[in-house]
Nanobody, 126 residues
Framework: VQLVESGGGLVQTGDSLRLSCIAS????????MGWFRQAPGKEREFVAA????????YYSDSVKGRFTISRDIAKNTVYLQLNSLKPEDTAVYYC????????????????????WGQGTQVTVSS
């Protein structure tokens, strides 16, 4: 499984971006697809996840109400819409795929995911 993110960039406070993550691989299927981010000097943190089969979504408190995760099964693609961006949202954003069932709550830890993309930089200027 390969994951390729795109859509990052340099924006101003209050702007929006849409990140995309395309998954490739023989007969791709996932249990959860997630987005994480990592700012300089900080640990990678959970942002959002979606259950691939039902599109149920989960968010961290810091982005709830501003970010929206969605997926397109036909395109093997997961999106992250980032609205009302703040300087503290500046980070490298990573897409991740969990292809095996662990539990219904295994979506917010980096250890829940087997596959990772290379990351896309989001920079929000004040």
């Amino acid at each position: 499984v390969q994951l390729v993110e795109s859509g990052g960039g340099l924006v101003q406070t209050g702007d929006s971006l849409r990140l995309s993550c395309i998954a490739s691989g023989h007969t791709f299927s996932a249990y959860f697809m997630g987005w994480f981010r990592q700012a300089p000097g900080k640990e990678r943190e959970f942002v959002a996840a979606t259950k691939w089969s039902t599109s149920t979504t989960y968010y961290s408190d810091s982005v709830k109400g501003r970010f929206t995760i969605s997926r397109d099964i036909a395109k093997n693609t997961v999106y992250l819409q980032l609205n009302s961006l703040k300087p503290e949202d500046t980070a490298v954003y990573y897409c991740a795929a969990s292809t095996s069932y662990r539990s219904s709550y295994a979506y917010s830890q980096t250890s829940d995911y087997e596959y990772w993309g290379q990351g896309t930089q989001v920079t929000v200027s004040s």
